[in-house]
């Protein structure tokens, strides 16, 4: 190798590196201009910079995967329909169709071209959860797409630096939120704007007019490096399900892995039909998670791409949950494709054991909110009492997940998402609502060496009394998560009202004036033999309260004193 091919390979690298933090800077004022709290608070969102054949280059770190790796092919169908050629300085392009974008309509991807001495070198994306899009608002509960609210094709949000007002002016009439769901209209714009402006910067900086080459480079590493990970497996076929709640029957999902020389091919042959409600999954967003479970294990280090998507191929037969066809309700999609990471590493579990955790929680136990009239009346439960004042709130909020090699669980911690819990002042000061309680769940974590992470329990209440409905959108509460290696299960979630009714995980449910919405979220499973669990470590959890004296006798073999301290330990070998 001369010195000047050693000088240029350095060189890209530190122009990769530089598209990082353009990506990232992006990504960041999304969350400084977002309105959403999801965006603001809990980080749910997308950021990312392609090439002018639709190939991702670089994504922000924030961000999720479902976002961050369906947005990767929705890019390739905004150029389908405005080819690079045609666009013009100052357009800006959006969509929320679920087959087009991320899964559901309440995300909107924003395509926007970058420009440098008046011709197009790239385009940056962006994607962001917005609170609602009219419809039944965000929910399980509807049977056909035409029902969850505005579906925007793809089209121009601003041409030639000029808003589609028309647009605009459509979308305030349709949503519950107006201000709020405009806001991130326009955020989205900016933040694709501001990776615009850096990158123009940065190529100018090193005198670049395409950004060709670098894309090769980054691509082709990309691919390489994913590549050597795999051929370091052992190839064959490794076979897992799973079955989950789902709404109105239960729900198997079937995942056949095949590790092979040229990377990494899952199926989904087997898996259930589509359901009736709002809770089937477009192929995209099966991608997107199922690709996700795989890079927790293998290429972990390697830089999410186009390049190292690529060696890792999904599919599922049409008319299966995880590959629905229009016109399939899709709100509710996380709820079954975020469980798609456990169900890979289920496969590989098999092929790698040791770097493999329990299952967890998995989907979002995300708790849509909604008030005013019409929304709880007389025939739901509301009787005489007033409607209180219109809102649409989405809580975002996570159980535990299972039990890690060598660690235990995240407690309340959103795995495979990776969202952020959105805080309580935050929920309380946007909408009239009280959470009287939120804490940990005692005796929620599966036992295990490594112990599962704990839920959460939480119990909201209208700030005036009035009645209100919750939009349930959760799971895991007849199946709970399963532990690995000997480890135990994680307690499953439940839903009720502190009068003592028992509610259901999925559907619009209506809490009756001066009650209140009990949640109590599932524990990640546990991950080993309980009874190999240093002594001392239960002691710990039994002082942190995360579990009770009973559980540690009767799960660990660990005898414990008023105090905490170890009496004795009742274990047999």
């Known amino acids: 190798m001369t010195d000047t091919s050693a000088l240029e390979q350095v060189q890209r690298q530190i122009m990769w590196n530089r598209l990082l933090s353009v990506v990232e800077e ?69 969509t929320n169709d679920p087959w087009l974008g991320t899964g559901h309509t309440h995300d909107f991807t924003v395509v926007t071209p970058t420009f440098l001495n008046g011709k197009v070198v790239a385009l940056f994306a962006s994607t962001s959860h917005v609170v609602d899009v009219g419809g039944r608002g965000f929910g399980a509960d509807a049977r ?53 402006r850096r990158l123009i910067e940065m190529m100018r900086e090193f005198k670049l007019d395409t950004l060709d080459d670098l894309a090769e480079t980054v691509i082709e590493n990309s691919r390489q490096a994913m590549l050597d990970e795999i051929r370091d497996l052992p190839f064959g076929t490794y076979r897992n399900a799973m079955r989950i709640d789902g709404f109105e029957k239960p729900i198997d999902l079937v995942a056949a892995m095949t590790i092979g020389e040229t990377g990494i091919d899952v199926d989904f042959t087997g898996t259930s039909p589509v359901s009736a409600y709002g809770i089937n999954v477009p192929l995209t967003y099966t991608q997107a998670y199922a690709s996700f479970g795989v890079r927790c294990v293998i290429g972990g280090a390697v830089p999410n791409n186009a390049g190292s998507l690529a060696p890792v191929r999904v599919t599922a037969p049409e008319g299966t949950i995880l590959n629905a066809p229009e016109p399939c309700a899709v709100t509710a999609r996380h709820l079954v494709g975020q469980m798609l990471p456990d169900v890979v590493l289920g496969c590989l579990y098999q092929a790698k054991p040791e770097a493999v955790p329990a299952e967890g929680t998995s989907c979002l136990w995300i708790t849509a909110l909604l008030g005013g009239h019409g929304i709880a009346g007389d025939n739901e439960g509301g009787g005489d009492a007033p409607p209180g004042r219109p809102f649409t709130i989405s809580m975002f909020h996570a159980g535990g997940t299972g039990g890690r090699p060598g660690k235990d669980g995240l407690n309340a911690t959103a795995f495979p998402s990776g969202v952020r819990n959105t805080p309580v002042e935050i929920n309380e000061t946007i909408a009239p609502i009280i959470v009287w309680r939120k804490e940990y769940r005692t005796d929620s974590g599966g036992a295990g060496a490594q112990r599962g992470g704990t839920g959460q329990v939480m119990e909201i209440a209208h700030a005036q009394g009035a009645p209100f409905a919750v939009s349930a959108l959760f799971d895991r509460i007849v199946h709970p998560p399963r532990g690995r290696g000997g480890g135990a299960i994680g307690e499953r979630g439940r839903v009720r009202l502190a009068s003592g009714v028992e509610l259901n995980g999925k559907g619009r449910q209506t809490i009756p004036a001066g009650d209140r919405l009990i949640l109590e979220m599932p524990g990640g499973g546990g991950l080993g033999d309980p009874k190999a669990r240093p002594a001392e470590h239960v002691a710990r959890d039994l002082r942190n309260g995360f579990i009770s004296r009973e559980a540690a006798a009767r799960d660990y073999g660990v005898a414990m004193a008023a105090d905490g301290a170890v009496e004795s330990k009742g274990r047999t070998r």
């Open 144 to 196: 056909q797409v035409y029902e969850e609210g505005l579906r925007l094709p793809i089209m121009p949000l601003a041409k030639r630096g000029v808003m589609n007002e028309s647009l605009l002016a459509i979308v305030r009439a349709n949503v519950r939120e107006p201000v709020q769901v405009e806001g991130d209209l326009y955020s989205l714009a900016v933040c694709n704007e501001t990776g615009c």
């Open 26 to 94: 992006q990504a960041q004022v999304l969350i400084r201009t977002a309105f959403s709290t999801s965006v603001r608070e809990a980080g749910d969102l997308s950021a990312g910079v392609f090439d002018l054949k639709g190939r991702m280059l670089a994504q922000a770190v924030t961000g999720t995967p479902g976002h961050v790796n369906a947005m990767a092919a929705s890019v390739g169908f905004f150029l389908d329909r405005y080819p690079a050629a045609s666009m013009e300085e100052g357009d800006v392009f959006i």
